[in-house]
């Protein structure tokens, strides 16, 4: 006992000590956090099987923009992963085919590269995968392949922009190069130099004193546990209601990752959305439920954390949220290709 009392003491002039020396206590702040999280680098990341040249990422931006991928030709890429809204679409749930909506909230599309998985399930393996998902889906593009390929040869400027971002392929315009090329853009749309990207890389004026306690405590909550890494999130899989179940409408009767593996151990089981850039995502979780950020850091500090936090821990957790906001990409609108008489026509039922 005499030994614990002891031990206490140390830890107690410890904390004093720091508190007095707010440099100090920065520089553990920061290599705490450096433990946990890295930058987001400047420049894109080189893509397993698919790397990238001019030619393609400027094919993918065209891609991403292009309304006729999908059976309406209304719907883009960019129509529920907007550039200029964060990479979401500011909805519940994304409106699609025929004003259908579809199950879940549209996850943002920048710094995606970086996620283990797509998809708020993980179902598809990487972007390009991803990019084959909704163009095919009836609530979303409403497509099929064949359409694809026959709209895309229909245009004698798609034809070209083909062969110079696949050179040496006999027969360039293909559903997996659509697929391809849109991946190695969507990778050149990550957003980095955060207030958070600067304090991680050295510089201890980067944050205000909220933002740095609000940094301790997710840290010290458990919150960096399923929100590390370079995405703070996006690396893996985890339950939703660890502590307490959230209310059923949040839930919305989704059981997540088991839809995919089948697995009872996966019910509820959803991949970590990313949190950099989160103010500019609303709304939030996999229903789009709930609109403000204060209102879903409550929800996850009653749903997943053993201490629900305090009131001015929640309004310091929010200005460190904040301050992941990095420089958004810059993306010019492209000039889309012209149809021609060969041009499938709009389908809208």
């Known amino acids: 006992m005499k030994g614990r009392t002891i031990l206490l003491s140390i830890m107690t002039l410890g904390l004093i000590f720091m508190l007095s020396n707010p440099a100090l206590a920065s520089d553990k702040l920061m290599a705490d956090a450096q433990e946990y999280f890295k930058p987001i680098p400047a ?16 094919l993918g931006k065209i891609l991403y923009f ?8 209304l719907i883009s890429c960019n129509t529920c992963h907007n550039v200029g809204l964060g990479g979401a ?25 970086y996620n283990v998985a797509q998809f708020w399930d993980g179902r598809a393996k990487d972007l390009a995968e991803q990019a084959k998902g909704p163009v095919q889906a009836s609530v979303e593009m409403n497509n099929k392949p064949e359409m694809v390929i026959k709209t895309l040869k229909s245009m004698p400027e798609y034809i070209e922009l083909f062969k110079k971002a696949f050179p040496g392929e006999a027969d360039p315009v293909t559903f997996d190069n659509m697929a391809k090329a849109i991946e190695v853009f ?3 749309l990550v957003t980095p130099d ?7 890389k050295g510089n201890a004026t980067a944050l205000n004193e909220s ?7 997710f840290i010290n909550n458990g919150c960096a546990d399923c ?11 985890y339950s939703f209601g660890v502590i307490s179940a959230p209310a059923a409408r949040i839930i919305a009767g989704d059981k997540g990752r088991f839809l995919v593996t089948k697995a009872m151990s ?16 609303a709304p939030y979780f996999h229903s789009g439920k709930v609109w403000g950020l204060r209102a879903a850091v409550v929800v996850m500090s009653s749903a997943q954390l053993e201490s629900v936090l305090k009131k001015e821990e929640v309004n310091d957790v929010v200005a460190f949220l904040k301050a992941t906001t990095g420089k958004q990409p810059v993306v010019d609108h492209p000039i889309l290709p012209k149809p021609t008489d060969k041009t499938p026509q709009p389908k809208l039922d």
């Open 43 to 58: 420049a894109a990341p080189t893509l397993e099987g698919n790397p990238a040249t001019p030619a393609k990422v400027e």
């Open 66 to 73: 292009e309304p006729r991928l999908s059976s309406s030709a």
């Open 89 to 113: 679409d500011f909805q519940e749930t994304s409106t699609g085919h025929g004003w259908r909506k579809g199950p879940r909230n549209a996850p943002t599309v920048l710094n995606s590269v």
């Open 186 to 188: 969507e990778a050149t």
């Open 194 to 200: 955060s207030p958070f990207d600067l304090f991680l």
């Open 211 to 217: 933002e740095k306690k609000g940094l301790a405590s």
């Open 227 to 237: 929100h590390g890494g370079i995405n703070m999130g996006g690396d893996d899989y």
């Open 266 to 281: 996966d019910e509820f089981v959803f991949k970590s959305p990313s949190l950099r850039n989160i103010e500019l995502t």
